[in-house]
Nanobody
Framework: QVQLVESGGGLVQSGGSLRLSCTGS????????MSWYRQAPGLERQLVAS???????NYADSVKGRFTISRDNAKDTVSLQMNSLKPEDTAVYYC???????????WGQGTQVTVST
């Protein structure tokens, strides 16, 4: 059974930091492109950051210089270090695992991040 389990969300003041983690199971983690998405109330889900199987990384313009994505294939984990958080970063953050050759996408259940002013 495929699972993606996120952790690390919470409430933080503006300017603070949080680290999100997502651990996968039931699939070959190293073969999957891993991403973090977020969805704020009333808005569409948007890509925040992604890291490919070859560790090529992309960020949304809104988080460049503040967020860092990384992966540890030995632990089947992808992380998102979020610094200098802003109220507009408030959203539910989702981990996604994508195999473009299949094609196949798995989603985590989401973790809430709330940044207060």
């Amino acid at each position: 059974q495929v699972q993606l389990v996120e952790s690390g969300g919470g409430l933080v003041q503006s300017g603070g930091s949080l680290r999100l983690s997502c651990t996968g199971s039931g699939f070959t983690f190293s073969n999957y492109h891993m991403s973090w998405y977020r969805q704020a109330p009333g808005l569409e889900r948007q890509l925040v950051a992604s890291i490919s199987t070859t560790r090529s990384i992309n960020y949304a313009d809104s988080v460049k210089g503040r967020f860092t994505i990384s992966r540890d294939n030995a632990k089947d984990t992808v992380s998102l270090q979020m610094n200098s958080l802003k109220p507009e970063d408030t959203a539910v953050y989702y981990c996604a695992a994508q195999n473009f050759a299949a094609p196949r996408t798995y989603w985590g259940q989401g973790t809430q991040v709330t940044v207060s002013t």
